[in-house]
């Protein structure tokens, strides 16, 4: 079981940055794969960029095409946190952004989402 909070969301103006992090809680943190997903208001959900293990302390990246460039992923096993940078961000990036875990095939675990508005 693993319980997420996402923190870092606000306001801000096109073209500036945001970070955002997930806290997560539970055991064997490193052997989940996590990723960041989005909704905007009446859109489904997307998927964002995720950090998959692939060796014993390697991870890969992937990324939407919407954000390659602009956003990097990364993580923080001992603290057990994720993390998303974002640059250069877009009106159209003005979201709620939500963490997930997975051990399996789906995402199992999500947290409840912090809110990013972009200003044009």
């Known amino acids: 079981q693993v319980q997420l909070v996402e923190s870092g969301g606000g306001l801000v103006q096109a073209g500036a940055s945001l970070s955002l992090s997930c806290t997560a809680s539970g055991r064997n943190f490193g052997n989940y794969a996590m990723a960041w997903f989005r909704q905007a208001p009446g859109k489904e959900r997307e998927f964002v960029a995720s950090l998959i293990k692939s060796g014993e302390k390697t991870y890969y990246a992937t990324y939407a095409d919407s954000v390659k460039g602009r956003f990097t992923i990364s993580g923080d096993n001992a603290k057990k946190m994720v993390f998303l940078q974002m640059n250069n961000l877009k009106p159209d990036d003005t979201a709620v952004y939500y963490c997930?875990?997975?051990?399996?095939?789906?995402?199992?675990?999500w947290g409840q989402g912090t809110q990013v508005t972009v200003s044009s």
């Open positions: 997930a875990a997975k051990s399996g095939s789906q995402y199992d675990y």
